[in-house]
């Protein structure tokens, strides 16, 4: 049987021991896309959503979500993230909001789940701020743009 990194010796689901490992700086960067109809793109861009400031609110919220990501997903290290940002671009053209996050620690393991987390959440929170106006939201590609650091070296999409 194949070595699993998450896996005990009886099959188990376990967390990986990070102990050995040497404290490097990494980074990730993730996006995120939402798709919204012209009526809510407006609304958004002329920050008219009744609900408030709906890039602020998803800022803030991806970046509570990064600092929690080891709270919600069960085999992900705590971790110490020294950076955490999110900026937004209005995409006339498919009336996309994109989300782009960047993280960076200085640990034994990388910063990728959290920076994925980011997108994520400001992604939802956009659907949870503009779904009264049209529930026909739609979220889309997320991905790890890059990842530096760590053992397995850098990775760029």
Do not use: W
Request: charged share 25%; net charge neutral; glycine share 4%.
């Amino acid at each position: 049987m194949k070595d699993f990194s998450h896996i005990d010796k009886n099959g188990k689901a376990a967390m990986v021991d990070v102990s050995e490992k040497n404290i490097t700086e990494r980074t990730a960067e993730a996006y995120a896309e939402v798709n919204v109809s012209e009526k809510v793109f407006s609304k958004i861009k002329l920050n008219e959503v009744a609900k408030g400031d709906v890039l602020t609110v998803a800022k803030i919220a991806g970046i509570q979500a990064a600092k929690k990501t080891s709270e919600l997903i069960p085999l992900c290290h705590n971790i110490f993230i020294s950076k955490i940002d999110l900026n937004f671009e209005l995409n006339e053209e498919s009336n996309t909001i994109e989300i782009y996050s960047f993280a960076k620690t200085n640990s034994v393991t990388g910063v990728e789940m959290e920076a994925l987390t980011a997108v994520n959440i400001a992604a939802i929170t956009i659907y949870d701020m503009c779904k009264s106006i049209d529930k026909s939201i739609k979220i889309n590609n997320i991905h790890l743009l890059s990842k530096t650091g760590g053992k397995s070296g850098n990775y760029s999409a």
